[in-house]
């Protein structure tokens, strides 16, 4: 009974010292971001990747929107599937808050890289805003993530800032994409873009 | 006449100034609160021809998790309106209820009942601002039933086994996941008392909380094998979908004290968890009766075994079940539980002197969300005129919500207009969008048409959203990161209403069908 009394005031101690450790913890972890997204659900930790957690459909389905029910919301989501569906070419607008949309085209690599070009006689900024439209081994993306409530497919598009600088980004690409692909990035801050894109023929 | 003790008059002012900002103005800025409505209001209006609902909704009255504040809400909406109604179940169950139930295990463990001071602001915490009702009074409820369980091991009565078995049964249906991890804090109270109690009295104790599990037993069956199936089955799911440590970290801010978006309320978690370490260090108290060892210890192993089911269970899982933010559900528990483990006995003067810092940030904390609920949310920025909108919805209307402030900066933690089209279907609607069938709910829409992700009018196509609505809201916006109303300017929608930030269009002509235009 004496030794029980004596270790807990310890014990107490310690719990006290976790506990008071807890904030700095926080602020160390990256917890003090604003961690809203845009449409009002925390992302924070980024969705875990759902191709590695389900079962693939004993069907394979189209990503072509014939299978979609209930909002839109895709019924045989697959990561896998939105990454082959990503690659390609695609044409269309660039909606910005600084001005007017422009027409951009852009194509996404099977090998995790892009390329971004102003597709109009001039744009008004890079087609990322930030840094130059040259290609770079920089440029790159990967989808890591789905979010099958929502309809969307997250991850990282890095945007090269500056001579070999990159700044990273987090997309959500609307689904389903096969002729028709949307997403933004910078949507969660106050310069949000928007890409609405069709398939290059 | 009695005299009132200080102590019980301020705790009670704080706990009914905790409840004051849910009566500051008609709407609520909880997430998925108006969605919740949607459940006893198509259960009301069912029966009403003209509004549709019996044939745009399917009903399954079986026996699912999570329905209390829906059945609450339903029965009472006979005796007060059903907005009324589902507010006083908020009030009562998961805002004033849990510093009550927290002053309460805090006497059982023999600890110092005013320390539930520090646990009011807790009520509104993140959950109660992403409208997770039933989730909110479910934890009380657990806290009561593991109070009970202390105390009829130190004391048995039929009576208490009676109540215990009751709100047991009853706790499943305010939320399962609180049942289950109730339960697994009934088997760690169950161990640390096997050498000091004879078998059968534990048997006889803990018997009576297996009616919650039992009622839930078909259902959760059904779901495991209903549910999609994970690769490498459902208990290595669980952890394939766990996060990166650091992640579990970086959650916990977020989803204890934040429903503003900013660092302002980061002062009141601070303030909270610095007095909850000291008083955790701070041993000296006034002379009282010697407490049980088992008293003393087991709140620390409760403790212990929230953070492991933290630090265990995934943010998120998707099959069988879609349970989202799962783990983080366990954070208001553990910061109760680690109250109760502060050191027996009442609290000297200094201890007691401990307590004001939190308390005065309290109080401000929710004077300024009811100021903030009354002339913000319900002010010109927020739903002022949604009333005078929505009173030109006609019966069996097909709504969906378009949003054109989704890139401005956030004033709260989420965005509390999502499901602000569920108010129609109080009003006689049969269908609102943006809606996401609620999983365990006696009633969901058939169908939902298509609606652009999160009804972002950005997003908005008329060929792909216009179809299979009779009726559009528009909430417009002024100033940066705004996008234009849709809707403006088409000749296929016509402008029946506007109100403060508010628009409702009704469909003129294709590509809504002849049955959309009413």
């Known amino acids: ?201 | 006449m009695p005299r009132i003790r200080t102590d019980v008059a301020l705790f009670a002012g704080l706990v009914i100034l905790s409840v004051v900002p849910l009566f500051a103005g008609h709407y609520l800025p909880f997430f998925d609160y108006p969605a919740h409505l949607s459940v006893p209001a198509a259960l009301r209006h069912r029966a009403d021809p003209a509004s549709g609902i019996a044939s745009a909704w399917e009903f399954d009255f079986r026996i699912v998790p999570n329905c209390l504040h829906y059945a609450f809400t339903y029965l009472l909406s006979y005796l007060m309106p059903l907005e009324t109604a589902s507010r006083l179940f908020v009030a009562l169950f998961c805002v004033a209820a849990l510093p009550v139930a927290t002053a309460f295990v805090l006497r059982v463990f023999g600890r110092d009942w005013r320390l539930a001071v520090l646990v009011v602001p807790l009520a509104w915490g993140r959950c109660l601002w992403y409208g997770f009702i039933g989730f909110c009074a479910a934890v009380p409820l657990s806290l009561v039933i593991v109070g009970l369980l202390m105390q009829d091991l130190a004391t048995p009565s039929r009576r208490r086994e009676l109540g215990i078995g009751l709100l047991a049964a009853l706790l499943p249906f305010a939320h399962f996941f609180v049942m289950v991890v109730t339960c697994a804090l009934a088997a760690v109270l169950a161990i640390a008392h096997l050498r000091r109690v004879p078998l059968a009295r534990l048997a006889r104790t803990f018997a009576p909380l297996a009616a919650g599990p039992a009622l839930m037993t078909p259902w959760f069956l059904a779901g495991l094998r209903a549910g999609p199936q994970p690769a490498g089955g459902a208990a290595a799911h669980l952890f394939a979908s766990r996060p990166r440590l650091v992640d579990y970290a970086a959650l916990l801010r977020h989803w204890f004290i934040n429903g503003y978006f900013g660092h302002a309320e980061d002062l009141l978690a601070v303030s909270m968890v610095a007095t909850l370490a000291v008083l955790l260090a701070y041993s000296r108290r006034q002379p009282t009766a010697p407490v049980p060892l088992a008293a003393r210890n087991v709140p620390f192993a409760l403790a212990g075994t929230l953070v492991a089911i933290y630090l265990t269970l995934p943010f998120e899982i998707k099959a069988p079940f879609n349970w989202w933010g799962m783990n983080v559900r366990v954070i208001p528990l553990l910061f109760v539980w680690l109250l109760v483990a502060v050191p027996p006995g009442a609290l000297d003067r200094v201890g007691r002197a401990l307590l004001i810092p939190a308390v005065v940030a309290t109080a401000a904390f929710l004077i300024y969300v009811t100021v903030d609920i009354s002339r913000t949310f319900n002010g010109p920025w927020g739903m002022a005129g949604f009333d005078d909108v929505l009173a030109k919805l006609p019966p069996g209307a097909r709504l969906t919500g378009l949003y054109t402030d989704y890139r401005q900066r956030p004033h709260y933690a989420h965005y509390p207009f999502h499901y602000a089209t569920s108010y129609g279907l109080l009003h006689g609607a049969a269908q609102a969008a943006p809606f996401i069938p609620i999983p365990q709910s006696w009633t969901n829409p058939k169908t939902v048409p298509a609606y652009p992700l999160a009804g972002d009018a950005a997003l908005f196509s008329v060929s792909q959203h216009a179809a299979g609505y009779s009726h559009f809201l528009v909430r417009t916006c002024a100033g940066k990161g705004c996008v234009p109303d849709p809707l403006d300017g088409k000749p296929e929608f016509a402008r029946v209403a506007e109100s403060g930030r508010w628009r409702l269009y009704a469909c003129a002509g294709p590509p809504c069908s002849a049955a959309d235009i009413k």
Not at chain 1, 32 to 48: I, K, L, R
Not at chain 1, 58 to 67: N, Q, Y
Not at chain 1, 160 to 189: K, Y
């Open chain 1, 1 to 201: 009974m004496r030794r029980m009394s004596r270790r807990e005031p310890i014990g107490r101690w310690i719990v006290a010292a976790l506990v008071a450790g807890v904030p700095p913890l926080v602020v160390w972890s990256g917890g003090c971001g604003n961690c809203s997204d845009s449409y009002g659900y925390a992302t924070c930790p980024e969705p875990v990747p759902v191709s590695v957690m389900i079962d693939p459909q004993p069907e394979p389905c189209e990503l072509d929107g014939s299978d979609t029910a209930d909002g839109g919301l895709p019924q045989c989501a697959d990561l896998l599937r939105v990454r082959v569906a990503l690659v390609g070419t695609w044409i269309g607008a660039e909606v910005n808050p600084f001005g007017q949309a422009f027409q951009v085209q852009i194509t996404f690599g099977s090998d995790g890289h892009y390329t971004g070009h102003c597709a109009q006689s001039s744009c008004p900024t890079s087609v990322f805003y930030w840094g130059t439209d040259d290609d770079s081994p920089l440029k790159t993306y990967e989808v890591t993530g789905l979010n099958t409530t929502y309809g969307w497919a997250v991850g990282h598009l890095a945007v090269v800032v500056q001579d070999n600088e990159t700044m990273s980004t987090d997309p959500a690409f609307m689904l389903p994409v096969a002729q028709h692909l949307q997403f933004h990035i910078w949507a969660d801050t106050d310069m949000p873009m928007l890409f609405d894109l069709t398939r290059a023929p």
